[in-house]
């Protein structure tokens, strides 16, 4: 199982980033994927997440902000961040569980400058 992550990057504050997480090694499809970040200091949290079926969730803090997609074609699980805020500074990665373990991929630096 491989998750790869990328599209982070340094952005001022109202700016759009995508954020991209390729997976292999598994059936993409049928897989929940979600989307946390952890900013310094501060525990990870769940951002979104999409099941196979392409049903999302979001936490509060960014909804109507930020949404959430995959490509079951390309096993491709997508994070678009519009109106980025200083708060959303974060390291992004991406997970799935399978069974009973979790697999991360390893993040992605998202800076929002003010």
């Known amino acids: 199982v491989q998750l790869q992550a990328s599209g982070g990057g340094l952005v001022q504050a109202g700016e759009s980033l995508r954020l991209s997480c390729a997976a292999s090694g598994f059936r993409f499809t049928l897989t929940t994927v979600g989307w946390y970040r952890q900013a310094p200091g501060k525990e990870r949290e769940l951002v979104a997440g999409?099941?196979?079926?392409?049903?999302?969730n979001y936490a509060d803090s960014v909804k109507g902000r930020f949404a959430i997609s995959r490509d079951n074609v390309k096993d491709v699980a997508y994070l678009q961040m519009n109106s980025l805020k200083p708060e959303d500074t974060a390291v992004y990665y991406c997970?799935?569980?399978?069974?009973?373990?979790?697999?991360w991929g390893k993040g992605t630096l998202v800076t929002v400058s003010s």
């Open positions: 997970k799935v569980r399978l069974g009973a373990r979790d697999y």
């Open positions: 999409i099941t196979g079926g392409s049903s999302t």
